[in-house]
Every structure is written in structure tokens, then in C-alpha cells.
């Protein structure tokens, strides 16, 4: 059957369009972080809704597994195939084009393999911008970015993937096209099926194109680097720059002394922004969008003097130009990279609400190093969201992939186990994949696991669209004899 489905694939899509090259599918194999490495029949690259429809359809003919995958830089390996080599890739990258952009609605559609990065390009190319950014802007696409409810860095005043969708175009399980790219202010023809497909990570269907909302395009920014005494005081001087630069706060994001230091040894020719050393440091970026031109300056001043007289901070400086206010978000974007220089570690993505980060920190790190000798757990992110990037690095010294899969493990496990306790979410801004999918299971509310299996059984029946991916098992039934 698969040599026959091969066959008809090749036809419709033709030789750009399907291939089994071992050598080309290769890299798209394995994931991101390198966690998971799986098999594929073949990879289709079709290049309109159409192909994509009259693909999936012929799938569902034949009962062939489909994994959507867009840049491949997701985290939790949501887009990578299991091991039977019975799956297709479905690569959405040939969709890259940019249908239109409205200036006058601040409004553009695109199709969802184009790059983030690139988007961002055409559109300030117009005067305008799209509020999300991320770390891997560079490969992550749009499709991804929705199927998985991306977040980033300006979350704090414009909201995740989701707030920037006002349209959707995707292909369902049967091939059938869900049209609803049109965005309207007010409709109320019950369920807002949009909604339900951003963040379904290609369980639901195959997002093949957006209508993305826009915003002014930037005429300044300045970015700050604060030394505080702890997180609580980084939360407390959050609150105060809300209050005084209003919605042209637009970045806060918080980073250890600590962690500091390692990107400071790991980064060429960095150097720390502030003399001394803080407990911790606070990241702050304000904007004025064009037709809305604040004095940055003079707001920047403000705001650092009535925090130093409220005694919320110890030291400040403002960046002097583009150049400094890119390197100090350098600094914040290469703690990856310096964590990963210094051994394994297990990364967590998550949230509690807002007000109980702080606590939850200062709570879960000397839980962790005190129940895990040697290990060092460190916390930095996105502050004013409730959502920080919780990693617990190895002793020095360990195997790798032996701790990974041992220690590693159970380290997560207590961690969502916490996070859970605190009435947080074991997933902020990365999806579940297949990675967390267990552990969603085994901590999840049992009604709302429920509601998630009868959508995914109702839209997808035969189970083709990325099994295995987001969406829990159902616990086994029990034998006969001990049922209620």
C-alpha cells in the first residue's frame, strides 16, 4: 500500500514536490535539541492549500500518517516522526509567500512556511511591524509559530501567536480547507474555530496560511539593564514601570547574577553592563512607535530616578545607542548557548501567575540543588508574563545521555510536579510535542484532557495528523470485575 500511496504522491506533487532521498530527509529527522530522532516514508513539500488538501486526502486513502513541520526549531520535538518509519514529513517551507500587506487595515496575510525574520523584513519595509520575536526568528515559521501559540520577548504588551491572529486558513484531517482568513471584528457564529487550532501542534490540522494583525512601526527604543537585590524586588520594580511608562514598556526580563557571569565567560568580547555585582538583573525595553513619539530619553530618566527613590533598584544604565542596546539583548539571548557550554541540563518551560513567580523561584531552586546534589538550577525569562525558563544543569562529570534519561527525568518530573502544586502550566510558550505529552497526562485536569481527546477524536477520527503528539492517552479501562 505504501509503495502504491508513493506512487500516486509522486504524481501529484512531482519531483520537488516528494521525495525518499535518505541523504535530504535526513536533517529533518531529528529535532531541534537533538532529544528525538525518528523515520520517514518519504517528505512532501507541496506548495499551495491545494496540493496540501489533495495530499492529505490521498493519505487519509491509504491510512498514512502525517507530521506537519515547518523551520524544525521547535522544542519539545512536536514536528519530528517516531522511530516506524511509517509516517510522511510534511514540510510546509515551499508555502513562503507573503499574499498581501494592508497598510491602511495594518493587516497581511502569509502562507505558514514563510520565516518569521522575513516577514519581519517585508512588513517594515512598509512602516509597520509584527510584535513577536523570538530566539530562532531566523528558521521558525509562521505555521509553526501558530501550531504552537509561540511567545517571545514582547508577550508582555502585545500577547502570544494567538493575539496576533485575526484569520486562518488550515487543511483538516478529510483534506477539507477551513476558510477563514477574512478577520472581523465581531462575529458571533458560535465557536471560534480559529482559536481552536492555534497551539493544536498539527493534531487538529495543517495551518497553510494567516491573517496576522500589524503594528506602527518603531520610531525609537531604548533598552535598561538594572541591578536589583532579588526577584521579588525585580517584580516590584516591574510593577512600577508599568505605572509610569504605560504601554511603552514593552520588554522586562529578569536573569540571575549567576547566570550572568556564565554568559559574560562565554561570550568573546562581552562585558557585564553594570559595576559589581547584583543578585539579580532586569532588562527593560521601551519604544515609541511612529505618530507616537514620546521623549524615550527623558521617560527612560524618569523612570530610573522615582525607582531610585523608592530604593527598588541599586544600579541602572540607560543603553547610549543601537549598537549598546543590541548587545545588552545579546547578553539575555545567549544563555542557551552558555548553558549548554557548561553541561546537560533539563529545560523547563513554565508559568505560574505572575505575582507568585518570584516565590515559586526562590521556593524551587534550593528544593532542587538540595534534592539533586551538584546539579545547579537557574531561572531567567520572560518575568512580566509569569513565565521563566526553569533548567537544572548536571554535575560536572556525568554522562550525558545516561543522565538525561535517569536523573534528568525525574528532575522534570518533580519540577512540573511543583509547578502544578502552584497551580501553573508545565508548558508557557513551547508546546507539549511529544516530550511532555506523558507528563500532561499524568498532571493534567482529567476533564480537560477529556474535552481535548473528543476534539481530537472528532476532527480526526483515523488518527493521521501527528499521533503520538499533544494530546494524552487515555488511561486504560479497568478489568470488568472492578469497575463501579
Keep these: 500500500?505504501?509503495?502504491?500511496?508513493?506512487?500516486?504522491?509522486?504524481?501529484?506533487?512531482?519531483?520537488?514536490?516528494l521525495t525518499r532521498d535518505p541523504d535530504l530527509m535526513e536533517p529533518w529527522l531529528t529535532d531541534w535539541r537533538g532529544r528525538f530522532t525518528g523515520a520517514a516514508l518519504a517528505m512532501a513539500s507541496p506548495a499551495s492549500t491545494e496540493d496540501v488538501s489533495a495530499l492529505v486526502k490521498l493519505c487519509a486513502a491509504h491510512s498514512i500518517v502525517i507530521v506537519p513541520q515547518g523551520g524544525n526549531s521547535g522544542m519539545c520535538g512536536g514536528a519530528t516522526p517516531d522511530k516506524s518509519g511509517k509516517a510522511i514529513i510534511l514540510s510546509l517551507r515551499r508555502m513562503h509567500a507573503i499574499r498581501s500587506i494592508d497598510e491602511a487595515s495594518r493587516q497581511a496575510v502569509c502562507e505558514a512556511g514563510v520565516i518569521l525574520q522575513t516577514f519581519h523584513e517585508a512588513v517594515e519595509a512598509k512602516g509597520l511591524r509584527f510584535p513577536l520575536t523570538l530566539g530562532g526568528k531566523g528558521s521558525a515559521t509562521i505555521g509553526g509559530l501558530i501550531s504552537t501559540n509561540a511567545g517571545g520577548t514582547q508577550v508582555l504588551r502585545h500577547g502570544s501567536m494567538r493575539a496576533q491572529v485575526l484569520g486562518?486558513?488550515?487543511?483538516?484531517?478529510?483534506?477539507?480547507?477551513?476558510?477563514?482568513?477574512?478577520?472581523?471584528?465581531?462575529?458571533?457564529?458560535?465557536?471560534?474555530?480559529?482559536?481552536?487550532?492555534?497551539?493544536?501542534?498539527?493534531?487538529?490540522?495543517?495551518v497553510t496560511a494567516a491573517t496576522l494583525k500589524l503594528s506602527p512601526g518603531l520610531a525609537d527604543r531604548l533598552v535598561l539593564w538594572a541591578g536589583v537585590t532579588s526577584l521579588t524586588a525585580a517584580r516590584t520594580l516591574l510593577l512600577h514601570c508599568e505605572d509610569v511608562a504605560g504601554d511603552a514598556l514593552e520588554g522586562f526580563e529578569v536573569i540571575a547574577q549567576s547566570t550572568l557571569n556564565d554568559v559574560i565567560d562565554h561570550l568573546p568580547g562581552s562585558r557585564p553592563p553594570l559595576q559589581g555585582q547584583h543578585a539579580w538583573h532586569a532588562l527593560i525595553e521601551i519604544v515609541a512607535e511612529r505618530g507616537n513619539r514620546p521623549d524615550l530619553q527623558q521617560l527612560a530618566e524618569d523612570m530610573l530616578a522615582s525607582a531610585f527613590e523608592k530604593g527598588l533598584l541599586e544600579d541602572a544604565v540607560i543603553s547610549a545607542n543601537e549598537a549598546q542596546a543590541e548587545a545588552f539583548w545579546l547578553l539575555r539571548d545567549s544563555i542557551a548557548p552558555a548553558e549548554r557550554a557548561k553541561g546537560p541540563a533539563v529545560q523547563h518551560d513554565i508559568s505560574v501567575a505572575v505575582e507568585k513567580m518570584p516565590e515559586f523561584v526562590d521556593t524551587a531552586v534550593p528544593l532542587l540543588e538540595a534534592a539533586w546534589p551538584g546539579t545547579e538550577a537557574i531561572a531567567f525569562g520572560h518575568l512580566g508574563d509569569g513565565n521563566v525558563h526553569f533548567h537544572v544543569i548536571a554535575p560536572k562529570g556525568v554522562d550525558p545521555l545516561a543522565w538525561q534519561e535517569g536523573d534528568g527525568k525525574k528532575i522534570s518530573a518533580q519540577v512540573y510536579g511543583l509547578v502544578t502544586e502552584w497551580d501553573g502550566s508545565i508548558s508557557a510558550e513551547h508546546g507539549i510535542g511529544q516530550l511532555k505529552r506523558d507528563e500532561l497526562g499524568r498532571l493534567g485536569d482529567p476533564v480537560s484532557l477529556a474535552m481535548m481527546r473528543a476534539v481530537k477524536d472528532a476532527l480526526d477520527p483515523a488518527g493521521l495528523l501527528n499521533p503520538g503528539k499533544l494530546v494524552p492517552l487515555a488511561p486504560p479501562l479497568a478489568p470488568l470485575g472492578d469497575r463501579p
Aim: glycine share 12%; aromatic share 6%; no cysteine.
Design 1 to 17: 500500500m505504501s509503495e502504491t500511496f508513493l506512487t500516486e504522491a509522486e504524481a501529484l506533487l512531482g519531483p520537488r514536490g
Design 168 to 206: 486562518l486558513e488550515a487543511v483538516l484531517a478529510d483534506g477539507s480547507v477551513f476558510s477563514a482568513l477574512t478577520p472581523l471584528k465581531k462575529d458571533n457564529r458560535g465557536f471560534d474555530l480559529k482559536q481552536l487550532l492555534i497551539g493544536s501542534e498539527g493534531t487538529l490540522g495543517i
